[in-house]
C-alpha cells in the first residue's frame, strides 16, 4: 500500500463518500482515506489518475509524491552526495540543496491555496447577491433572476453537481439533500432564498475544511520537530549527512543550538539539554560524558560529542512521531456510531421532508406551496456536516496537546478511555517510589558467608533490590572476583537460586526461606525490618539464614501531590499493587494516600487484582512499562512512564514520557475535556437542528434559517473543538 497526503478534504461525510469511490476502481480494495490526517492509502496498482479525479470532484488534491517516500528518499537522495565533503555551513547547505526546499515551500503554499481555491466562488457569489438585491424592484426581474441564478450556479455549482450524481445512484449524502433542496427551491421561484442558500452552505464548507485544516497544521508541526540534519565525524572531519543516513556506533558533532539527532551517549563535553521535545519537561538536563541523550532534544550551551545507540528509525523521536501520526488516524467508538448514525440519519431525513410535504396538505388541507417550501428547509436542516464534525477536531486537537506535553496517545480511543476511568491501579516500584532501593539495615548471623554469597547471586541482575544489595557488598569491599555460581535460576516472585562450591543458596523475600526453622532471634529480626517498613532481602541455605538486608526505596515527591490531584477528579478509588509485604507497603500508602493496597503479589497475582477491579468499572493501570506488562495489557487502559524506554511504548496505551507521574493528573483533566467538549458538539449539532425541525409544526422554518442552524452549528462545533488548544497555567502539581 501506499500513502499519499490529501489537501482540501471538506469534511468528514465527504471524505467517507470519496474513500467508496476510490475503493470501488480497480484494485481500489482496502483504500483508506483519513480526514483526520488527510492521508490516503491505496494499493499501488490503482490509476492514480482515476484517484485524482475523484479527489477533484470534491474540490481535494494529491500531494506530488507518496506521504510514506518522503524520509526514504530524504535518504537515498542526500547520503551519497556528502560523501567525503568537508565542513558545510548551514547556509551553504541550504542553497546547494534549494530544490527540497521549494518544494515543501509548494505544498505549503498548495495547502493554503485549497482554502482560498474554495472561498473565492463564495466571495463571488456573495458579491453578485448584494447585486441582486440592490437591482430588486430597480430593474427588469429577468435580470434580477439571472443574478440570482448566476451566483447560485457559482457558488452550488460543485454541491449540485455531486449531488446529482449521488441522486442517480441512490446515495443520499448532504450534497443530495442540499440539491435537492435548491432545485426545489428555484422550481417554486424562491430564487434569493435558494441563492443565499447555496452561499451559506458554500461558505459552511468553507469554515468546516478551515477547522479541520488548522487541527492538522498542529499536527504536522508537531510531526516537523524531528532534525533533518547531523554533523558526523569522519575520520577526524565533519560531514553533514541526513539523520536517516546515521547507524548506531556513528560519532556525531552537536553544537549549541543543534538538535540532537538520534538517541546517544555523550563520550566528551558537557551541555545543558533540553528534552521538551520527548518529554514536555521545560527544565534543562546536566549532560556530561557518559549520560544518555534523546533524538529530538535541543543542545543549549555547550559542544558535545555523542556516539549513536540507536538508527534513527529505531529512536524515541521517530517512534513517538510515528505513533502520534498513527493514533490520529484511529476512530473512537464515538466516531464509529457517529458515522454508521449519520449513514441512516440522512436517508430519514429525506423521508420527513417528504412527509412534512404530503402530509398536511394531504390530510389537513394545507397550502402546497408553504409546506413544499418547509419540506425543501427540513432538507437543509438535515445536513450531517456538524455532527461528523463534533468528534474529530477535539481528539486530534487532544492528541496533538497531549503530545507537545510529552504524553503519547495511541489512538482516539485510549484518549476517549483516559477521561472515563472510575479506578487506578499502581505499581510501587519505580512507579511511586523512585526504584532506586538502597539497604539501610544489615543483620548478620554468618560474617564469613554472607556479603561472599549475597555479591555472587546478585552480580549481573538488573532487578533494583539486586543493585541495591550488590552496592551494600561492595561498599564493605566483598567482589567477585571472576567466581560464578555453577547454577542460578529466578524463582518469579520468590527471588534467586544458586549453587555455590556445591550448596544451595537462596536470596529472596520471606518465601525464599519458608523450608526453614528459623530462631527466635531471627524471626524477631524480620519482624522488626517489617515493622520500620523496609523490604526484606534474606540470604540462606539449605539449613539457615545466613542474614537479613532492609532495603529502603524513596518515595517520589511528586506521588502524594499526584494521588491527591487524581482523587480530586472523582475516581473511586486508588490502588497500590505490590510483590512487597503488607507492612512496607502499608507504610508507603499511608505516606502517599492511596485507598487501597495489595501486597504480596506475584506477577500472575497483580493480573488476578486487575481483572477484579475492571469487573467494578473501568481501570487503569499505571506501571514503570518494565516488568508490568501483563497487568498494564489487562487493564482497560495501561499507562506506562519510562522517558522513552522501549518496553514502555511497546506496553501500553498512553505514556508519560517522563520518569515520573508529575503529568498524569493533566492528562486526565484534558480526556475528561476532550471528552466533555465531544458530548457538547454533539449536543450542539441536534440541538440546533431539532430546534430548527419544531420550527415547521407552526410552519415558521425558512430556508435561510435552516442553512443557519445548520452553519451555527458547524461554526460552533469547530470552534469549540480548536479551544483544546488554549493553554491554560496548570499548578506545579501536574507539572504540565
Known amino acids: 500500500m501506499k500513502q499519499y497526503q490529501v489537501k482540501g478534504l471538506s469534511c468528514g461525510g465527504c471524505a467517507m463518500r470519496l474513500e467508496q469511490e476510490i475503493r470501488e476502481l480497480e484494485h481500489g480494495e482496502g483504500a483508506t482515506l483519513n480526514y483526520n490526517s488527510g492521508r490516503l492509502r491505496v494499493n499501488e496498482e490503482i490509476s492514480m ?5 475523484i479527489l477533484k470532484s470534491d474540490g481535494a488534491t494529491l500531494s506530488a509524491a507518496p506521504a510514506d517516500a518522503e524520509a526514504t528518499g530524504s535518504v537515498n537522495g542526500h547520503a551519497h552526495s556528502h560523501a567525503g565533503q568537508g565542513i558545510h555551513s548551514p547556509d551553504d547547505h541550504e542553497k546547494e540543496h534549494g530544490h527540497d526546499h521549494a518544494e515543501h515551500g509548494d505544498e505549503h503554499d498548495h495547502s493554503h491555496g485549497s482554502g482560498w481555491t474554495k472561498l473565492r466562488p463564495v466571495l463571488a457569489a456573495a458579491i453578485l447577491y448584494i447585486v441582486g438585491l440592490l437591482l430588486d424592484g430597480r430593474a427588469e426581474s429577468w435580470i434580477v433572476v439571472t443574478i440570482y441564478l448566476a451566483a447560485t450556479a457559482i457558488s452550488g455549482y460543485s454541491t449540485f453537481m455531486k449531488g446529482l450524481r449521488n441522486l442517480l445512484r441512490f446515495k443520499f449524502t448532504m450534497d443530495t439533500l442540499m ?22 452552505f458554500g461558505l459552511n464548507e468553507w469554515l468546516e475544511g478551515l477547522g479541520m485544516e488548522k487541527a492538522r497544521r498542529s499536527m504536522d508541526a508537531l510531526l516537523k520537530t524531528a532534525p533533518k540534519e547531523a554533523r558526523k565525524m569522519e575520520g577526524g572531519r565533519e560531514v553533514i549527512v541526513p539523520i536517516l543516513a546515521l547507524a548506531a556506533g556513528d560519532i556525531v558533532k552537536i553544537r549549541p543550538g543543534d538538535q540532537i539527532p538520534s538517541d546517544g551517549e555523550v563520550i566528551e563535553g558537557v551541555s545543558s539539554v533540553n528534552e521538551a521535545a520527548i518529554t514536555g519537561e521545560s527544565l534543562p538536563l546536566y549532560k556530561a560524558a557518559g549520560d544518555i541523550v534523546l533524538g529530538g532534544s535541543l543542545n543549549q550551551d555547550g559542544l558535545l560529542l555523542v556516539r549513536i545507540t540507536k538508527a534513527y528509525r529505531d529512536s524515541s523521536l521517530a517512534r513517538i512521531l510515528h505513533l502520534v501520526q ?23 431525513i429525506m423521508i420527513i421532508a417528504v412527509i412534512v410535504m404530503l402530509a398536511p396538505p394531504l390530510l389537513f388541507g394545507g397550502d402546497w406551496s408553504v409546506w413544499l417550501y418547509q419540506g425543501l428547509s427540513v432538507l437543509i436542516v438535515g445536513c450531517p456536516c456538524a455532527l461528523i464534525l463534533a468528534s474529530p477536531i477535539a481528539i486530534v486537537s487532544g492528541i496533538a496537546r497531549m503530545a507537545r506535553h510529552g504524553i503519547l496517545v495511541k489512538g482516539g480511543v485510549h484518549l476517549e478511555q483516559l477521561g472515563k476511568l472510575e479506578l487506578i491501579a499502581f505499581d510501587k516500584t519505580g512507579t511511586l517510589t523512585k526504584g532506586k532501593p538502597h539497604v539501610t539495615e544489615v543483620r548478620v548471623y554468618d560474617q564469613e558467608r554472607l556479603f561472599r554469597v549475597a555479591s555472587l547471586i546478585e552480580n549481573g541482575s538488573t532487578h533494583p533490590l539486586a543493585k541495591a544489595v550488590l552496592e551494600e557488598t561492595t561498599r564493605r569491599g566483598i567482589t567477585d572476583a571472576g567466581e560464578t555460581p555453577s547454577s542460578l535460576r529466578t524463582i518469579a516472585g520468590v527471588g534467586m537460586e544458586a549453587d555455590i562450591d556445591g550448596s544451595i543458596y537462596r536470596l529472596g523475600n520471606e518465601l525464599s526461606a519458608s523450608h526453614l526453622d528459623m530462631p527466635e532471634q531471627v524471626r524477631s529480626d524480620i519482624e522488626a525490618l517489617k515493622a520500620a517498613g523496609l523490604t526484606l532481602a534474606i540470604v540462606s541455605d539449605d539449613s539457615e539464614v545466613l542474614g537479613l538486608f532492609g532495603i529502603e526505596d524513596e518515595v517520589r515527591e511528586e506521588s502524594q501531590s499526584v494521588i491527591a490531584a487524581i482523587h480530586g477528579l472523582h475516581i473511586r478509588r486508588t490502588v497500590m499493587l505490590t510483590g512487597d509485604h503488607e507492612k512496607t507497603a502499608r507504610k508507603v500508602a499511608n505516606r502517599i494516600g492511596v485507598s487501597e493496597v495489595k501486597s504480596g503479589l506475584l506477577p500472575e497475582d497483580k493480573v488476578d487484582a486487575i481483572r477484579a477491579l475492571a469487573a467494578e468499572g473501568r481501570v487503569g493501570m499505571v506501571g514503570d512499562g518494565v516488568n508490568d506488562a501483563p497487568a498494564l495489557a489487562a487493564a482497560t487502559l495501561g499507562i506506562a512512564m519510562g522517558k522513552g524506554t522501549d518496553s514502555a511504548m511497546e506496553t501500553a496505551d498512553i505514556v508519560l514520557m517522563q520518569d515520573h507521574l508529575g503529568k498524569l493528573p493533566y492528562a486526565m483533566r484534558l480526556a475528561r475535556r476532550v471528552d466533555r467538549i465531544i458530548r457538547l458538539n454533539i449536543g450542539i449539532a441536534l440541538g440546533l437542528k431539532l430546534i430548527a425541525l419544531l420550527l415547521t409544526i407552526p410552519g415558521w422554518l425558512t430556508l435561510w434559517i435552516a442553512i443557519l442552524s445548520d452553519m451555527g452549528a458547524t461554526i460552533l462545533v469547530t470552534l469549540i473543538g480548536l479551544t483544546l488548544f488554549l493553554e491554560r497555567k496548570e499548578s506545579s502539581t501536574a507539572k504540565g
Open 49 to 53: 489518475e482515476a484517484v485524482r479525479r
Open 179 to 200: 440539491t435537492v433542496a435548491l432545485a426545489g427551491a428555484i422550481a417554486i421561484g424562491e430564487w434569493k432564498e435558494a441563492t443565499l442558500v447555496a452561499i451559506l
Open 326 to 348: 498513527e493514533a490520529q488516524e484511529t476512530k473512537t467508538p464515538t466516531e464509529l456510531f457517529i458515522n454508521k448514525f449519520a449513514r441512516y440519519y440522512t436517508p430519514a
